[in-house]
């Protein structure tokens, strides 16, 4: 299937609405370990353990013989936007803004989906698709403005939304990758597990070196609080919005497009809000509940046919 083509069928729709839903789950535990582990290093911890559980599944591609060394480059650039750059991005984020708002600005997302298609990949862009956008970029112009417009003329991004933004478009980038057919990089992903540990394999590389920047760099290093509930964290991470929501992710990609896909991940804000006021006292607001009318609008007429 293409990079534009979209069906959407009970198994798609599935797929592209539990990644959202891991996701959202993400934010929250980010949330809640932000005071017990820096960003950087946590991103690290959880790939590293995603790493350890797909090796006994598709470690044979990390074999010598395998085609992922003619497609380095390729799973190199995988790796630093999705696994190293996205995740850093978010968890970076967390640490000056709350999980609700760090999902609402990300629901730029789709803005960034047509942008990056249309530039780089010379996907034709709807007018269905713009007027999505726009009703998703407007429910994040709420965010930023907290609901009062004369907030527009003394905008102060809070650095969280600065970085999430970045994040989305990192994201936009990684899922028109995904679209990619030829080559070796054909043949890994007929083994989901393959191509996921390829992606990983690579991003932990990029990983560590920001990683080691966040200890080295610093005047005072940062510290480490463990306990069980930090191990949890890191289990609950590396196996579901991480193994879980790539794979169903990628899925999903392959059999809607990136494009329409991009409009179901802006369910995760819907899941995270519930989550939110349920675990860590941060009830949405009214302009939170205008913006979620706007997104999910963006959803409705993005899938109109």
């Known amino acids: 299937m293409n990079a534009?083509?979209?069906?959407?069928?009970?198994?798609?729709?599935l797929l592209l609405t539990l990644a959202p839903?891991?996701?959202?789950?993400?934010?929250?535990?980010?949330?809640?370990?932000?005071?017990?582990?820096p960003p950087m290093t946590f991103n690290l911890l959880r790939w590293?353990?995603?790493?350890?559980?797909?090796?006994?599944?598709?470690?044979?591609?990390?074999?010598?013989?395998?085609?992922?060394?003619?497609?380095?480059?390729y799973f190199?650039?995988?790796?630093?936007?999705?696994?190293?750059?996205?995740?850093?991005?978010?968890?970076?984020?967390?640490?000056?803004?709350?999980?609700?708002?760090?999902t609402l600005v990300a629901a730029s997302m789709?803005?960034?989906?047509?942008?990056?298609?249309?530039?780089?990949?010379?996907?034709?862009?709807?007018?269905?698709?713009?007027?999505?956008?726009?009703?998703?970029?407007?429910?994040?112009?709420?965010?930023l403005t907290q609901g009062e417009l004369a907030r527009l003329l003394q905008l102060q991004f809070v650095p969280g939304d600065g970085w999430i933004l970045l994040a989305a478009f990192s994201w936009a980038c990684y899922s028109w990758l995904l679209t990619r057919r030829q080559g070796g990089a054909a043949e890994i992903r007929q083994d989901w597990a393959a191509f996921l540990l390829a992606q990983i394999a690579f991003g932990l590389v990029w990983s560590l070196m920001l990683t080691t920047g966040?200890?080295?760099?610093?005047?005072?290093?940062?510290?480490i609080i463990w306990s069980w509930q930090l191990a949890a964290v890191l289990l609950f991470v590396a196996l579901g919005p991480a193994l879980i929501a790539y794979r169903c992710w990628g899925a999903g990609v392959g059999r809607a497009g990136p494009t329409l896909a991009s409009f179901f991940?802006?369910?995760?804000?819907?899941?995270?809000?519930l989550m939110s006021a349920a675990l860590l006292g941060e009830p949405p607001r009214p302009y939170h509940v205008i913006a979620f009318a706007l997104i999910v609008g963006g959803i409705l007429v993005s899938a109109r046919r």
Request: net charge positive.
């Open 4 to 13: 534009n083509s979209q069906r959407l069928d009970a198994k798609t729709v």
């Open 21 to 37: 839903l891991l996701w959202a789950s993400n934010t929250i535990v980010g949330r809640l370990a932000a005071g017990w582990i």
């Open 48 to 73: 590293s353990i995603a790493l350890l559980v797909l090796l006994p599944l598709g470690g044979w591609v990390l074999r010598r013989s395998s085609p992922l060394w003619r497609e380095w480059k």
């Open 76 to 102: 190199t650039l995988l790796g630093l936007l999705a696994i190293a750059g996205y995740n850093s991005l978010q968890y970076l984020a967390l640490h000056t803004s709350s999980a609700l708002n760090v």
């Open 110 to 143: 789709p803005v960034w989906m047509l942008l990056v298609g249309r530039i780089g990949f010379g996907a034709a862009v709807t007018a269905k698709a713009l007027l999505g956008a726009a009703l998703s970029l407007a429910g994040v112009g709420l965010v």
């Open 214 to 223: 966040e200890w080295l760099l610093p005047a005072q290093p940062p510290q």
């Open 265 to 273: 991940s802006n369910l995760t804000p819907l899941f995270a809000a």
